[in-house]
T-cell receptor, first 112, second 115 residues
Framework: NAGVTQTPKFRILKIGQSMTLQCAQD?????MYWYRQDPGMGLKLIYYSVGAGITDKGEVPNGYNVSRSTTEDFPLRLELAAPSQTSVYFC????WGTGGYTFGSGTRLTVV | AQKITQTQPGMFVQEKEAVTLDCTYD???????LFWYKQPSSGEMIFLIYQGSYDQQNATEGRYSLNFQKARKSANLVISASQLGDSAMYFC????????????FGKGTKLSVKP
């Protein structure tokens, strides 16, 4: 089915470990976003991309890195995981103009 | 700065009644978009309704309508004939300024529908 696919759905990391959250979309959307949602809060923007090869920081980028080598994929890298990165991570995409946003189903990450 | 404010952390509504979830926004841009999303306990973000700043009519999608009052900078969600399946978190969001066009979210309102 067309949409945004996130993997894994759940992950437990130990402090100091690293991992990559995968995000792929098959709608040929130019814009892609990574958000985090802390308990009881709305989503906050971590990084975004307006096209392949172009990425930029959002509101809460510290501790994360991204890359966008293709239109379809937008992985989020966590280096040296910390308990403060325990959250639910959402990837989203949209097309040009005022197109709507499509969200992935989320990745629930716990750092212990 | 752009900001979304949802002042109701939790709301209760009786099944089959209507309910209004409040949302106010702050922006200096003349062109913006306002969104409402539903997040059930399963966690996914479900798009409900969209209102553009230049739209003359209030947006409607089935049982959902958006009460857009531009001068007051409010974009309240009205759910008519509430159903048990409407119990969820509801987020108001605004498309941010600039080329990135990211969504700026409020903190959400937890709606509980009572039988």
């Amino acid at each position: 089915n067309a949409g945004v696919t996130q993997t894994p759905k759940f992950r437990i990391l130990k402090i100091g470990q690293s991992m990559t959250l995968q995000c792929a979309q098959d709608m040929n959307h130019n814009y892609m976003y990574w958000y985090r949602q802390d308990p009881g809060m709305g989503l906050k923007l971590i990084y975004y991309s307006v096209g392949a090869g172009i990425t930029d920081k959002g509101e809460v980028p510290n501790g994360y890195n991204v890359s966008r080598s293709t239109t379809e994929d937008f992985p989020l890298r966590l280096e040296l995981a910390a308990p403060s990165q325990t959250s639910v991570y959402f990837c989203a995409s949209r097309t040009w103009g005022t197109g709507g946003y499509t969200f992935g189903s989320g990745t629930r990450l716990t750092v212990v | 700065a752009q900001k979304i404010t949802q002042t109701q952390p939790g709301m209760f509504v009786q099944e089959k009644e209507a309910v209004t979830l409040d949302c106010t926004y702050d922006t200096s841009d003349p062109s913006y978009g306002l969104f409402w999303y539903k997040q059930p306990s399963s966690g996914e973000m479900i798009f409900l309704i969209y209102q553009g700043s230049y739209d003359q009519q209030n947006a409607t999608e089935g049982r959902y309508s958006l009460n857009f009052q531009k001068a007051r900078k409010s974009a309240n969600l009205v759910i008519s004939a509430s159903q048990l399946g409407d119990s969820a978190m509801y987020f108001c969001a605004m498309r941010g300024r600039g080329s990135q066009g990211n969504l700026i979210f409020g903190k959400g309102t937890k709606l509980s529908v009572k039988p």
